[in-house]
């Protein structure tokens, strides 16, 4: 075992986007996929759980960790043409996934623009499916390859062995199982842009030069314009993004729902309604809300903030007293977003 690599009781808080208090009994940084089987051999003799952190962007740390923390650090960047059109691009896992956006938009590749300024590493992005803007990671996701813990060896995983949802994949429902090192995407100079969405929809309208043909990096200067003008930024307001998923309900719900409140912000999904789970907290009055340590963010209701001082057993609190409104009030269960991690004795 290289005892460099390990270090023990390193401080968490600098480490999540909602600078909760907390610390890792054990933690290593990993900057080279072949780091990995020793690592975790010594990680299941000693009867260590093991958990990921990569940016630290959709956590919410509960409780010291007496596990062991694998910081990937892994970077690398690499095209592959295939043809005049599409590119692969191989990303280490560790890399920043906005720089990596702001990159490839560069290049004149499309696929990514929507996607801009989401906080995380590339390695997390597959884990929770990041979307934005009507665009999904999975929309352009080619394969990743992963330390499988279960079989013991690497493997490359092809997107339809994701299992891609909203919001989820095979990795979040399995965090125990996989620990992903590079990722692969699909870009294409011709791709269609999605630009339908709302808010997009209105900064395309308002583009100043209309003549003027829409590039990868004017998109995603839009969708960044958009974003910082709504979600708190991490380094000013601690967060970690959305707190909920969007619900999504029956159709006859869906319209039941919509008969008792007019305004409900609701959208076609699967049969049923994918409801914005901000608008359903703004209606209960919590949006600006704001405790001693907590609160909800005032531009945005499904964002949850750490005003300093508290801890995220507050934070959960907080969320169960939303989540108990919305309930009460519309028959709806909120389900939290951000992977909560210190909780289970780990
Ligand atoms: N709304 C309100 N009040 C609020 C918040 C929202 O009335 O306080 C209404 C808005 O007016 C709008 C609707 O709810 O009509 C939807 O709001 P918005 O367009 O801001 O999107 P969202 O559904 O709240 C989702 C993603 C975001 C992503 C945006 C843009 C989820 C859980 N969240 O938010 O993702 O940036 O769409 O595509 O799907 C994240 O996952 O961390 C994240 C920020």
């Known amino acids: 075992m290289n005892a460099g690599l390990v270090e023990q009781d390193v401080d968490l808080q600098p480490r999540n986007t909602l600078r909760l208090p907390g ?12 780091a990995l089987p020793q690592l975790l051999q010594w990680a299941d003799a000693q009867e260590l759980a093991v958990q990921v952190l990569g940016g630290g962007s959709n956590v919410v740390l509960c409780s010291p960790i007496n596990g062991l923390v694998l910081a990937i650090a892994i970077h690398e960047r690499h095209w592959q043409v295939l043809d005049d059109d599409q590119v692969i691009l191989t990303l280490g896992a560790g890399e920043n996934w906005d720089a990596v956006v702001r990159y490839a938009a560069a290049t004149g590749y499309r696929g990514l623009e929507n996607l801009a300024l989401i906080p995380g590493t590339v390695g997390a ?9 009507g665009r999904d990671l999975s929309d352009v996701f080619e394969s990743l390859d992963a330390w499988d813990r279960r079989q013991g060896c690497f493997r490359t995983l092809e997107s339809e062995e994701c299992e891609f949802g909203y919001r989820d994949s095979l990795f979040k429902r399995h965090p125990e199982r996989f620990i992903i090192v590079r990722v692969r995407l699909r870009l294409s100079r011709s791709a269609t842009f999605r630009l339908d969405y709302g808010e997009l929809a209105q900064e395309v309208a308002d583009y100043r030069d209309p003549d003027q043909e829409l590039t990868p990096e004017t998109v995603a200067a839009m ?12 380094a000013v307001l601690p967060n970690a993004g959305s707190f909920f998923k969007n619900p999504v309900v029956d159709h006859a719900t869906g319209e039941s729902l919509r008969e008792q409140f007019p305004g409900l912000v609701a959208y076609p999904d699967s049969g049923g309604f994918k409801l914005a789970a901000g608008w359903l907290i703004d209606q209960c009055g919590w949006k600006g809300h704001r405790e001693a340590h907590v609160g909800v963010h005032s531009k945005q209701a499904l964002v949850l903030i750490h005003h300093g001082n508290g801890s995220g057993a507050e934070l959960l609190a907080l969320s169960e007293r939303i989540r108990s409104d919305v309930r009460t009030r519309f028959g709806v269960d909120l389900e939290i977003e ?9």
């Open 23 to 34: 610390s890792a009994r054990w933690y290593a940084r990993i900057a080279e996929p072949d």
């Open 125 to 133: 992005a597959p884990i929770q499916n990041i979307g934005a803007y």
């Open 223 to 234: 969708v960044s314009r958009i974003r910082l003008a709504k979600l708190p930024d991490p």
């Open 338 to 346: 951000p992977r909560l991690i210190g909780t289970q004795g780990d």
